[in-house]
């Protein structure tokens, strides 16, 4: 099927299918799944900035389905997700403008596909010792799954510049706004330069950084990601970034993978989710590392 207004001709089964499994990993792992999603793509031949665009549009679908499945399981916090829709939706912008920067002096594919590179990278090998280690905690001492890094959450739950909020659907009597800003802007930039919601920065941040607990990160980043992926889409839309038709063609499969990744969540433990998402942000960046070395579309 040819899909003009990014000039490239896909099998749309082949957009379905990865759809169906960006789906089931937002509804399990709480991210949108551009890690595989955008490298899939670009790996079909989309050129990158419709890569960016479209897995924005595309993940807003997907997440409603998803956040709503979750919410009647009590996995959200709606105050945190409307906090960080503030600084998300700030930081896409920034990273929207870099990206139409780079398309005027066609460096696009390459310097994107380096940046995906190096954060998936950094992220699938830190989430996999993390998720090891609270493993052996836990059955070591039969304490909390976070145990590894409730240090580092409680030190920023402890920085004292108002105002402060109390997330009690998280478990936290009281942090700093700015906290929870600078967190969803750096996730927002990313989502705005490489696409998607950056979900595989946000989650491990709220897990990680803000304390909350892993299911509840999970739930309350789909329910965020609607809003600024949502703001995302229109913002690359105008920029001529997206290609809407796939976008409608991959929600397809990831409206049925969503529900199913979501309720999967009930029976796994969060240092196993975390440990199975480490794997692939590894695997996108193999996929954009066989393009940039030259390796054709498939």
Do not use: C
């Not at 990158?48 to 807003?60: K, Q, S």
């Not at 699938?124 to 145990?147: G, K, P």
């Not at 839309?237 to 990744?261: E, Y």
């Amino acid at each position: 099927m040819y899909f003009p207004l990014s000039g490239v001709e896909i099998n749309p089964l082949i957009l379905v299918t990865i759809g169906f499994v960006v789906g089931v990993m937002g509804g399990f792992f709480g991210v949108g799944g551009s890690f595989i999603a955008g490298p899939l793509m670009f790996l079909f031949g989309v050129p990158m900035n419709f890569v960016i665009g479209t897995d924005l549009a595309h993940i807003v679908g997907k997440s409603i389905v998803a956040a709503r499945r979750h919410r009647a399981m009590g996995h959200v916090d709606i105050k945190l997700g409307l906090l960080m829709v503030v600084g998300t939706m700030i930081g896409v912008e920034t990273g929207a403008q870099i990206v139409e920067r780079l398309k005027h002096v066609q460096a696009v594919d390459r310097v994107i596909g380096v940046i995906y590179i190096i954060i998936l990278t950094i992220i699938s090998t830190f989430t996999f010792w993390e998720s090891l280690r609270s493993l052996r905690i836990v059955r070591q001492q039969r304490i909390r799954d976070a145990l590894g890094f409730t240090g580092v959450s409680k030190r920023i739950q402890a920085i004292r510049i108002p105002p402060y909020v109390s997330l009690p659907v998280s478990g936290i009597p009281s942090i700093s706004i700015w906290a929870i800003l600078v967190v969803a802007y750096v996730a927002g930039f990313f989502g705005g330069l490489l696409g998607g919601g950056a979900g595989y920065l946000r989650l491990p941040s709220l897990i990680y950084f803000l304390g909350v607990p892993t299911h509840i990160a999970v739930g309350t980043d789909l329910f965020e990601v609607i809003i600024s992926a949502g703001y995302g889409t229109l913002t690359h839309g105008l920029k001529g970034n997206v290609d809407i038709l796939i976008a409608l063609v991959m929600h397809t499969g990831a409206a049925l993978g969503a529900q199913i990744g979501a309720v999967s969540t009930r029976y796994v433990g969060g240092p196993k989710i975390r440990l199975s998402f480490s794997l692939l942000p590894f695997i996108g960046a193999v996929l954009v590392i066989y393009r940039l070395l030259g390796g054709p579309p498939v």
